[in-house]
């Protein structure tokens, strides 16, 4: 039990280290990904968001468009704004790097977990030897 355990542990450290890998090098085309997301956002949505970051438009407010609200009242005031594209990737790749930073971390976990197996696994199997040559000497236990 004590072996498939190890190998569990293993399969998990590999995967949780895979599964932080991927999200780090997705963090890496950030912008290019949310310029997607916007795009199929409603204008509702995309609303919101531009009330949330205080910001006018993806890129800038003239390229896509922006959308009327409170906070792009007029063409006046969306371009004095900046585009949405900083602080919406800045407040995802704030989230991805605590989701992949968590990933690496029960990696981490996992490691020292299968040297603890190791180091289980060898003190039982150093043990059967003594007993073995315990009783290959009749030297009571």
């Given amino acids: 039990i004590l072996r498939f355990h190890g ?20 963090t890496l085309k ?7 997301l916007w795009a199929q956002q409603t204008p509702h949505v995309q609303s919101l968001l531009q009330q949330k970051f205080q910001c006018c438009g993806y ?3 003239t390229s896509p468009p922006f959308v009327l609200d409170n906070t792009c009242t007029n063409s006046l005031v969306a371009a ?6 900083t602080p919406f990737s800045n407040f995802a790749n704030n989230f991805l790097d605590l989701v992949f930073t968590a990933a690496f971390g029960v990696a981490a976990l996992d490691f020292l977990l299968v040297l ?3 180091c289980l696994f060898k003190e039982r199997k150093e043990r059967e030897r003594f ?6 000497s009749d030297i009571p236990i």
């Fill in 30 to 36: 950030t912008r290019s990904n949310m310029a997607a």
């Fill in 131 to 136: 007993k073995f040559i315990d009783a290959k």
């Fill in 59 to 61: 890129m800038s407010a």
């Fill in 80 to 85: 004095s704004l900046q585009g949405c594209v």
């Fill in 116 to 118: 603890s197996v190791a």
């Fill in 7 to 26: 190998y569990a542990v293993v399969f998990c450290a590999v995967f949780s280290m895979s599964i932080g890998l991927v999200i780090w090098f997705e």
